[in-house]
Antibody
Framework: QVQLQESGPGLVKPSETLSLTCTVS?????????WGWIRQSPGKGLEWIGS???????YYNPSLESRVTISVDTSKNQLSLNLTSVTAADTAVYYC?????????WGQGTLVTVSS | QSVLTQPPSASGTPGQRVTISCSGS????????VSWYQQLPGTAPTLLIY???QRPSGAPDRFSGSKSGTSASLAISGLQSEDEADYYC???????????FGGGTGLAVL
């Protein structure tokens, strides 16, 4: 079955860049679907960050677009997220997920804390 | 403030039927399908309902979804203690050009 696994630093300093990787197994990213990032701030709801469409297009939440870059390494079957100029407000659990009209499956998530 | 509005909490006793609402607008629920997600404590969300009222394989048939106009609902019949979780609705919003989620409803089984 399709599985996604997020990885990356758990602690990032304010003003620096948050970089995460999502490794996909059981399905080739380049074969279809959207592949996205969603975050959940502590005790709060879910926020869609953006996505990569298998054909090569990227889509970003307008509220984050100026700071976000999503890319794919098809040779490693990995999705990446870069979020620049982070602040404490970017502290959250970051999930990757495959989707078309709905998000499924999701990775287990990785907690990123922004603090000096 | 979430674009999709859900009650922050809901509760019921074992065996009861509970419904959770999700209210949106013409730019999201009114135009696109709704999906629902269950998030058990300390875990990632999992798909519970897609395309308004479809259950993925593995989702218990106690869960059902519906949509009318700019609102959607998740119903849980025969409530069980293992249903205690947070529930989120989601839809595409073409005014915001973004996927939007409800604020989540925490379900307590008393």
């Amino acid at each position: 079955q399709v599985q996604l696994q997020e990885s990356g630093p758990g602690l990032v300093k304010p003003s620096e860049t948050l970089s995460l990787t999502c490794t996909v197994s059981g399905y080739s990213i380049g074969s279809g679907f959207f592949w996205g990032w969603i975050r959940q701030s502590p005790g709060k709801g879910l926020e869609w960050i953006g996505s990569f469409y298998y054909s090569g297009s990227t889509y970003y939440n307008p509220s984050l677009e100026s700071r976000v870059t999503i890319s794919v390494d098809t040779s490693k079957n990995q999705l990446s997220l870069n979020l620049t100029s982070v602040t404490a407000a970017d502290t959250a659990v970051y999930y990757c997920a495959r989707y078309q009209d709905y998000f499924d499956p999701w990775g287990q998530g990785t907690l990123v804390t922004v603090s000096s | 403030q979430s674009v999709l509005t859900q009650p922050p909490s809901a509760s019921g006793t074992p065996g009861q039927r509970v419904t959770i609402s999700c209210s949106g607008s013409s730019s999201n629920i009114g135009r696109y399908t709704v999906s629902w997600y269950q998030q058990l404590p300390g875990t990632a969300p999992t798909l519970l309902i897609y395309s308004n009222d479809q259950r993925p394989s593995g989702a218990p048939d106690r869960f059902s979804g519906s949509k009318s106009g700019t609102s959607a609902s998740l119903a849980i019949s025969g409530l069980q203690s293992e249903d205690e979780a947070d529930y989120y609705c989601a839809a595409w919003d073409d005014r915001l050009s973004a996927w939007v989620f409800g604020g989540g409803t925490g379900l307590a089984v008393l």
